[in-house]
């Protein structure tokens, strides 16, 4: 019998991502009518609908075979990598924005293990320092 990671810590992640999938969808458009983003609109739609994809696989994937024990860090992991692919994408290196990236820290604290949690948060901030780091020096060379 496989251990099952507890459904509370899923149901509360979910909830974590669908919120971020619902300000994705509202800040996005607005982005464009008031500003001009670094990213086509057509790449900003492709990877919110990935994004949103992989929300409704998961979730229909956990409902029928019940959460894995490593099913919290492979849900915070992907939402990592999604924030951090969004900060790519639109070139947030030198945005405060790019400070979303550090709420999963918490996230990861209050719902895994000690050992588990400092390694997701060693991980998060060499990530943030990597996009904060060589994003903006990046876009001094000209490859912006």
């Known amino acids: ?13 979910q909830v974590y991502r669908r919120v971020a999938l619902s300000l994705l969808a509202l800040v996005l458009p607005l982005s ?6 670094a990213a086509p609109f057509s790449t900003a739609l492709v990877l919110w609908l ?5 929300e409704a ?7 029928r075979t019940g ?17 951090a692919a969004f900060a790519v994408v639109f070139r947030l290196g030198d945005d405060p924005a790019l400070s979303l990236l550090i709420v999963p820290v918490g996230l990861a604290a209050i719902l895994l293990s000690p050992r588990r949690a400092w390694a997701f948060t060693v991980i998060i901030l060499i990530l943030h320092a990597t996009v904060a780091v060589f994003m903006p020096l990046a876009s001094d060379n000209g490859l912006r």
């Open 1 to 13: 019998m496989t251990p099952h990671a507890s459904a509370s810590t899923l149901r509360w992640l």
């Open 32 to 37: 464009y009518v008031f500003s001009a983003p």
């Open 50 to 54: 990935l994004y949103a994809a992989i």
């Open 57 to 63: 696989a998961q979730s229909t994937w956990l409902r």
């Open 67 to 83: 959460p894995p024990l490593w099913a919290a860090e492979a849900h915070l992991s992907m939402d990592v990598a999604f924030f």
